[in-house]
């Protein structure tokens, strides 16, 4: 009772310093992030942590789950995976491009969203720039009156898919590189141009890639003016990577963290920025990314215990199809399989991150047979395993509940819906009879990251023989935890939680048969 006194004494504290001075009726508001008070102990902080939410933007993130990549710029043309920007706008040549093929492709592969490279390292741009020579203006493509970047916006908007852009910040064309305030200018008009003329821009990829320009001069990016632009012109894009909305899970291999918060440690001044701009509804934006997000451990305890400050900063997993990122003939045979892709789904979609996979369009201006084929097939494994629930229809119940957030609301189809434990449990059983004897191997869960990340450890059993057999462990849960484990026959399951945050919540939970 004393320490539940003494946290909201807390949480006053850090509103007040957060805020200014505001009413009570706002300071038990959750929020995005938060600076630690001196003194504060480890308990205090976790329960800090584990009262940060994401923005509204990051949940209709998070929520899409999978996303594509198209890589296609000269490089495609000229089998190169970085352009030096000599390169000629006459290479620049697909002859049979059908942005419908790629968009219905990945759609038909459950992907939500796609983000097309509109301009990559070597300058190059998709779309007739007006404060550029170097696009497609003066390429053979459409005899000069081509523009990528409205094709692929339009199959978007035709087929229901979003769209968003990467924009190269490193320029190895562009003359006016590393005159800083120069080329911030040009910068700004290119991102101005691709937030004004194409409709909805849900996302906005920067790569923090900073090498020199054709001067030999290196610029310093002005990342806080760049975000006013977006934030002004686009408020619900995610600005992601070099961003405050989205962090890069930290390899290009595919496969996240087993443990994966999305809570993580920020230096007092970044968030100070963060809190006051970047994640804001219509703020102007303000954070470059500090410290080295590659690490292990972003998020345990003992990495936010030593922390000044933590902020929700969710992680995304960006891998190519192929080997490179641009489409190169001779990889041709080796696209990753449907066997891989689902180990990487498992991987990333399956361990708290976005998956973002990259399909290169090939020089017709087409996605490749080879990768179109993978893809149709990995689709298919995923259905085979999602499609049978093997939960439903079974009686569940919790050993505490909080208000009406009953154990039914977890395995209900509906993910607004959800349990939580009561208030003063950081541990929680769940026990279902399921409907007769059902076979599994897939667990899926999901907590309702609208109140925030909790799960800290979790064990699934089976009554086997007259016993409770462990089936699989875990630590973090977040918006989707995906294992698979040994296939397993039982009538009668239970979860139980060992350690959380604060009281666990389930919005979603399910097992699953992968038939291999
Ligand atoms: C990197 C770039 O250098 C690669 O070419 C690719 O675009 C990848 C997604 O990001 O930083």
């Known amino acids: 009772m004393k320490k539940i006194k003494f946290f909201r004494l807390l949480l006053f504290a850090v509103a007040l310093s957060l805020t200014g001075c505001k009413s009570s009726s706002e300071i038990n508001k959750r929020y995005n992030s938060v600076h630690i008070p001196d003194g504060a102990n480890e308990e205090q902080i976790v329960k800090l942590a584990a009262n940060i939410t994401p923005s509204p933007r990051q949940v209709t993130w998070q929520e ?13 043309f000229t089998d190169r995976e970085w352009g030096d920007g000599k390169e000629s706008p006459s290479v620049f040549n697909p002859t049979q491009l059908d942005a419908k093929q790629w968009i219905k492709t990945v759609k038909d592969a459950g992907i939500k969203l796609v983000i097309l490279t509109c301009k990559h390292h070597d300058g190059f741009c998709l779309w007739p720039s007006k404060f550029t020579e170097h696009c497609v203006k003066n390429s053979p493509y459409k005899n000069g ?15 229901g898919v979003k769209f968003g852009v990467y924009l190269s910040p490193w320029d190895r064309h562009e003359k006016t590189y590393g005159d800083s305030p120069v080329y911030d200018q040009y910068f700004r008009n290119q991102l101005t141009e691709l937030l004004s003329n194409y409709g909805n821009i849900s996302e906005v990829w920067f790569d ?81 990314p500090e410290g080295d997000m590659q690490k292990a451990d972003l998020g345990s305890r003992s990495v936010i215990s030593k922390a000044k400050g933590l902020i929700w900063y969710p992680s995304e997993v960006d891998v190519s199809i192929r080997p490179g ?188 048969l992968n038939r291999i």
């Open 325 to 512: 990122w641009f489409y190169h003939s001779k990889e041709d045979n080796r696209v990753k399989s449907p066997e891989k892709l689902l180990d990487i789904y498992f991987s990333s979609v399956g361990r708290n991150s976005l998956l973002l996979l990259n399909i290169p369009p090939d020089r017709r201006g087409l996605l490749h047979e080879n990768d179109v084929q993978n893809l149709q097939l990995f689709k298919k494994k995923l259905d085979d395993i999602f499609d049978t629930n093997y939960l439903s229809g079974a009686k569940i119940i919790s050993d505490s509940h909080f208000k009406n957030q009953k154990a039914d609301f977890c395995i209900d189809n509906d993910n607004n819906t959800w349990w939580s434990a009561a208030s003063d449990q950081a541990m929680a059983n769940l026990e279902l009879n399921l409907n007769g004897q059902q076979t599994f191997n897939v667990l899926m869960l999901q907590e309702n990251i609208k109140v925030g990340q909790r799960i800290e450890s979790f064990v699934l059993e089976g009554w086997v023989n007259g016993t409770w057999e462990k089936l699989t462990e875990g630590t973090t849960v977040g918006y989707k935890r995906l294992i698979r484990f040994n296939t397993a026959t039982t009538d009668r399951i239970r979860l139980r939680i060992l350690k959380s945050r604060l009281n666990p919540t389930l919005s979603s939970f399910g097992l699953y």
């Open 145 to 159: 009156n081509g523009d990528v970047v409205k094709d692929v916006s339009d199959a978007c908007k035709e087929l």
């Open 208 to 288: 923090g890639a900073c090498g020199e320009g054709p001067n030999g001069k290196k610029q310093v990016y002005d990342w806080k003016s760049y975000y006013s632009v977006i934030r002004k012109l686009q408020p619900n894009a995610t600005i992601a990577v070099m961003g405050p909305d989205v962090r890069w899970v930290g390899t290009e291999s595919g496969y996240g963290r087993e443990t994966e918060w999305s809570v993580v440690s920020a230096s007092e001044n970044s968030l100070a920025e963060i809190a006051t701009s970047s994640q804001q509804k219509a703020g102007n934006g303000a954070f470059v």
């Open 64 to 76: 899409m789950e999978f996303t594509a990549f198209f890589h296609f710029t000269v490089n495609t």
